[in-house]
Every structure is written in structure tokens, then in C-alpha cells.
């Protein structure tokens, strides 16, 4: 498991973020940085499945602990907590800091939905 405070790299799997992000595209992350309404963020699904989501709002999950719904920006594509439930905040790893390929993206251009 990453630490908190590391600078990682995640790559973008399918088409479940778009028009944010495509398909392909590398990402800057902040391991153990605070997640907000609205951050793009790396978690691991129940299931053990790793995913790139928008986080949207603080919900308990099934057992009662804290954590977060996470949302596609493109919800005709992918698995998402409208599937599966919050996902428990110890579970959210990291926060998209940056597009750094095919070109670099940050701010509002991540943020925006």
C-alpha cells in the first residue's frame, strides 16, 4: 500500500471518466493528500478493484464506518458506488494532482464536471 505523502502515478482504464479523462491517459497522485467534493481519486473497490473516480459527497458505508461515494463523470461506462456502495475512506488512497500525459491538465480542467 502506498504511504501517505507519496507522489504516485495511476494510468486511466476505459472510457468511465470521460470527458475528464480518456482512456490511457497518466496521472499525477497524492497519496494520503485530503479528499474534497469534487477530487478526481484513486480507491480500491471491495472487490479489490482500483479505480479512478470523482469523489462526491461523505456516506456511511454498509458497516456503519466512514467513507465516500464515488462517481464516473461518464455513467453509461463503468462501475462506480451507484453499483457497489460507498467506499470506505481508508480505501480512497490518493488524489489526482495532475495529467502529466499525452499533455499536461490540472485545475479546473480535473475538477470540473
Partial sequence: MERAGQWGLARVGGRS??????????L??????QVRPGSLVVARFPDGTLAVKRALDRRRTASGRSGW????DNPDEGVDSRHRGPVAEEAVLGVVRL????SPRVGRALRAR
Avoid at 499525477?28 to 493528500?33: I, N, P, S
Avoid at 461515494?69 to 464516473?72: A, M, P
Avoid at 495529467?99 to 499525452?102: G, N, S
Fill in 99 to 102: 495529467r502529466v500525459w499525452p
Fill in 17 to 26: 471518466m470521460l470527458p475528464a479523462l480518456r482512456d490511457g491517459d497518466r
Fill in 69 to 72: 461515494w464515488l462517481v464516473s
Fill in 28 to 33: 499525477l497522485v497524492r497519496y494520503g493528500a
